[in-house]
């Protein structure tokens, strides 16, 4: 099992940029995952998928957010991120890291109109 700790949740203006991060810590390296993800979850809304990265390193994304997200990972830090680039209202909500089957308990970003 590994444990999850998101950070970097915030306020930010319409167009702006955000780094999420997400720790690692307990059993599992990142590394050895089978992927690890990010999620949106939107006011009134579902948790959504934003972000994937493989073991190889190749990403996906949806395509809401493509072009302007971007997952990345720190393998000796376990350590892994979103980054948030022009951002837009609709991207406001409480964002989660997920390994395997493990979740944090979430950041929240807030855009600003």
């Known amino acids: 099992q590994v444990q999850l700790v998101e950070s970097g949740g915030g306020l930010v203006p319409a167009g702006g940029s955000l780094t999420l991060a997400c720790t690692a810590s307990?059993?599992?390296?990142?590394?050895?995952?089978?992927?690890i993800r990010w999620f949106q979850k939107a006011p009134g809304k579902e948790r959504e998928w934003v972000a994937q990265?493989?073991?190889?390193?190749?990403?996906y994304y949806p395509d809401f957010v493509k072009g302007r997200f971007t997952i990345s990972r720190d393998n000796a830090n376990n350590k892994f991120f979103l980054h948030l680039n022009n951002v837009q209202p609709e991207d406001t909500g409480v964002y989660y890291c997920n390994v395997d089957t493990s979740w944090g308990l979430g950041t929240q970003v807030t855009v600003s109109s």
């Open positions: 307990g059993r599992t390296a990142i590394a050895s995952a089978t992927a």
């Open positions: 990265m493989l073991p190889s390193g190749t990403t």
